[in-house]
């Protein structure tokens, strides 16, 4: 891939090279792509709270989804 400057995370993921990794380490493809689509509505929604501010934010995030 012909990157300039930083990827975007879809570019990152079509990459051979992550796609290997990723398999070797037993990650699910359409998992991560959830978890991540989860990820952004909670930062869209500004839901997203930075655990060094609140340690208890992913346990209740986790309780409201």
């Known amino acids: 891939m012909n990157w300039s400057g930083e990827p975007k995370l879809a570019e990152a993921l079509c990459d051979p090279v992550v796609q290997a990794v990723m398999e070797a380490d037993g990650v699910d493809a359409r998992a991560l792509g ?4 989860r990820a952004a509505r909670r930062v869209r929604l500004g839901r997203c709270v930075p655990a060094s501010r609140d340690r208890g934010a992913a346990r209740r995030q986790a309780q409201d989804d």
Do not use: I, P
């Open 34 to 37: 959830v978890t991540l689509s």
